[in-house]
Nanobody
Framework: QVQLVESGGRLVQAGGSLRLSCAAH????????MGWFRQPPGKEREFVAA????????AYADSVKGRFTISRGNAQNTVYLQMNSLEPDDTAVYYC????????????????WGQGTQVTVSS
């Protein structure tokens, strides 16, 4: 069955950087939009970034624009999230997801989800 496996989350100091990866298994990867979402402690899951199947178009939440970069390697069946200038408010469980075609920011447009990776930013 389809599996999305995130990695790269850890504790980091404010101002630091992290790169999250999400490896897709049993998925026709290059036909899906890929997205990153996050769920801060005690809050609802929220959109972070998305990238279309070709990799040509991306979208970002206002809160991460200019600091985070989403990319994908279709040959490796992997999507990445480069996170720079991290802030304590970025602390959350980060999830990758595979969604329907097009640039999608809504949770309901995503079909397959990973289990999440914890990112903690200390001040």
């Amino acid at each position: 069955q389809v599996q999305l496996v995130e990695s790269g989350g850890r504790l980091v100091q404010a101002g630091g950087s992290l790169r999250l990866s999400c490896a897709a298994h049993s998925l026709t990867f290059n036909t899906y939009t890929m997205g990153w979402f996050r769920q801060p402690p005690g809050k609802e899951r929220e959109f972070v970034a998305a990238i279309t199947s070709s990799g040509r178009t991306t979208a970002y939440a206002d809160s991460v624009k200019g600091r985070f970069t989403i990319s994908r390697g279709n040959a490796q069946n992997t999507v990445y999230l480069q996170m720079n200038s991290l802030e304590p408010d970025d602390t959350a469980v980060y999830y990758c997801a595979a969604g329907v075609k097009g640039l999608r920011v809504a949770i309901n447009d995503y079909i397959f989800w990973g289990q999440g990776t914890q990112v903690t930013v200390s001040s």
